[in-house]
């Protein structure tokens, strides 16, 4: 008795190990796209790095609605002569012991070998003063990633580094083994 494959019930089934097949195909798949964006990220950071760029995380909600905390900010060193009223800066606040503040700049003097400012955050009622003299440069705002400084910050803990290093060590090993058998 003749069976046609065509319409047997069994032909469409995979066999057993096919499934196997496709989810390890899919899981190099997943590894070098997430190995493609690990290395993208990490050569535009050692770019914007060596253009002079810096990034910081805001912690405060004192720029808000501008800035919220969480935010990853991207700051250049600018010349502190060719600061402006509005740019939003970033300085080391002498009223805090130096703690660096990010703050939208209000008024500027600049009569004598240093340059005044008065700076205050958007939501905060009150403005602080500082100076630096004229030839210093002061970070300012190029622009901002909205909420990616929280995964910047968790990047940062050494527990979530070192997890995250393993896991990326084990899908790498996992998929040289697997071309390796497959040779």
Not at 37 to 62: E, M, N, Q
Not at 71 to 89: Q, S
Not at 157 to 173: C, E, K, N, Q
Request: charged share 20%; glycine share 6%.
């Amino acid at each position: 008795m003749a069976v046609d494959l065509a319409t047997s019930p069994h032909a469409r089934a995979l066999p057993p190990h096919a499934w196997i097949r496709r989810s390890l195909r899919l899981a190099d798949l997943g590894s070098g796209v997430v190995c493609g964006v690990a290395l993208t990220l990490l050569a535009a950071l050692l770019l914007a790095t060596v253009a002079g760029y810096r990034p910081l995380i805001d912690h405060s909600d004192s720029m808000r609605p501008a800035i919220r905390a969480g935010d990853l900010l991207i700051m250049r060193a600018e010349p502190a002569t060719k600061i402006h009223v509005g740019e939003v800066v970033s300085f080391d606040d002498p009223g805090l012991n130096g703690k660096l503040v990010t703050h939208r700049v209000v008024a500027i003097d600049a009569a004598a070998q240093r340059i005044d400012f008065l700076t205050r955050g958007d939501a905060n009622a009150t403005p602080e003063s500082w100076s630096v003299d004229r030839h210093a440069s002061v970070g300012t705002l190029d622009f901002r990633i909205a909420g990616a400084g929280r995964a910047v910050a968790w990047l940062a803990d050494p527990w979530a580094r070192t997890i995250l290093l393993t896991l990326v060590a084990l899908v790498l090993s996992t998929a040289m083994l697997r071309r390796i058998w497959r040779a």
